[in-house]
């Protein structure tokens, strides 16, 4: 693994074997630390995570696309963002932290939330994914998850799972699940119950840290918590098949925390759109999905 060129003494030790070091999750003592250092930390931080993550991606097979930005829309700055999708000609949002955890149905173009349920503290909400006119959402680590009815939000269901929740998203058939591992959890969306794990790997070494989730034309797309790339991840095989490298539109954003990375992926797939944004992030991006890398023994 080839090291930062500079010493980041708050980045955790890489993991020899792993694309890059495992760490706890969000509320971890590496972030608070970096929060009170400011902007020089949080951009030492980054950068660190990703020449640590890029730099031996670079030098292999995986190829890296910058992001192409299409359209830029207003998003709530104050939205920390767990979950995002496009569902019928309108934005659905999932937010996180104790006390900002919501559901919500936003407009595109003026970035108004247009319906909200709030999730009361100590709940910290994660991601969220829609089945058969249900909004089915996640929590970090109550292991409960509910069921809410897509046209009034009401809460109709709850179930529970083992672990963390990170992000939801559907292939049409299950709901794929992110806990903030390498794997992620196929689900029976009537039970939700497991029915299998695809375990990722780039160039051969487990991906920590899945994030955001998106199920595009028969690929996941999904952030890649701390770092501003998105995997593009072959669900047959569990294998990264290219990086979209987000670096560009978190420059233009300048995030204050080290918390506001980018997170939250969605695909109109009728339109053939692509969004995406940030935690906290004042704008939600169209880019460009880049074409589809051949797929290849890696
Ligand atoms: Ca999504």
């Known amino acids: 693994m080839t090291e930062p060129s500079h010493t980041n003494p708050a980045r955790p030790e890489p993991v020899e074997g792993r694309v890059y070091a495992s760490v706890s999750a969000p509320a971890g003592a590496p972030c608070d630390k970096l929060r009170a250092n400011g902007k020089l930390w949080w951009r030492l931080f980054l950068a660190g995570w990703l020449s640590a993550l890029v730099a031996p991606v670079a030098a292999q097979t995986i190829p890296i696309e910058p992001a192409r930005v299409v359209a830029r829309f207003p998003h709530d700055p104050r939205a920390f963002t767990e979950g995002l999708l496009w569902h019928d000609g309108a934005l659905y949002e999932a937010t996180g932290e104790p006390g900002r955890s919501s559901i919500r149905k936003v407009d595109?173009?003026?970035?108004?939330?247009?319906?909200?349920?709030?999730?009361?503290?100590?709940?910290?909400?994660?991601?969220?994914?829609?089945?058969?006119?249900?909004?089915?959402?996640?929590?970090?680590?109550?292991?409960?998850?509910?069921?809410?009815?897509?046209?009034?939000?009401?809460?109709?269901?709850?179930?529970?799972?083992?672990?963390?929740?990170?992000?939801?998203?559907?292939?049409?058939?299950?709901?794929?699940?992110?806990?903030?591992?390498?794997?992620?959890?196929?689900?029976?969306?009537?039970?939700?119950?497991?029915?299998?794990?695809?375990?990722?790997?780039?160039?051969?070494?487990?991906?920590?840290?899945?994030?955001?989730?998106?199920?595009?034309?028969?690929?996941?797309?999904?952030?890649?918590?701390?770092?501003?790339?998105?995997?593009?991840?072959?669900?047959?095989?569990?294998?990264?098949?290219?990086?979209?490298?987000?670096?560009?539109?978190?420059?233009?954003i300048d995030p204050k925390n080290v918390d506001d990375v980018p997170n939250g992926i969605a695909w109109d797939a009728r339109g053939k759109r692509l969004f995406v944004t940030g935690k906290d992030w004042p704008t939600l991006f169209e880019i460009k999905l880049p074409p589809r890398p051949a797929a290849a023994a890696r």
């Open 108 to 252: 595109l173009a003026t970035g108004k939330v247009v319906q909200k349920i709030e999730i009361p503290p100590p709940t910290f909400g994660e991601g969220i994914a829609i089945w058969k006119g249900e909004i089915v959402s996640l929590t970090w680590k109550q292991q409960t998850g509910w069921r809410w009815n897509l046209k009034d939000f009401r809460k109709i269901g709850e179930f529970h799972y083992p672990g963390e929740g990170w992000a939801l998203t559907s292939d049409g058939t299950h709901l794929l699940m992110s806990d903030g591992s390498d794997e992620i959890r196929v689900l029976d969306p009537a039970t939700m119950k497991e029915v299998r794990r695809i375990a990722v790997t780039a160039d051969g070494r487990p991906l920590d840290n899945i994030n955001e989730l998106e199920w595009v034309d028969g690929e996941i797309l999904a952030n890649v918590w701390m770092t501003n790339v998105i995997a593009r991840i072959d669900p047959a095989t569990g294998k990264v098949t290219g990086w979209i490298d987000l670096s560009a539109l978190t420059a233009e």
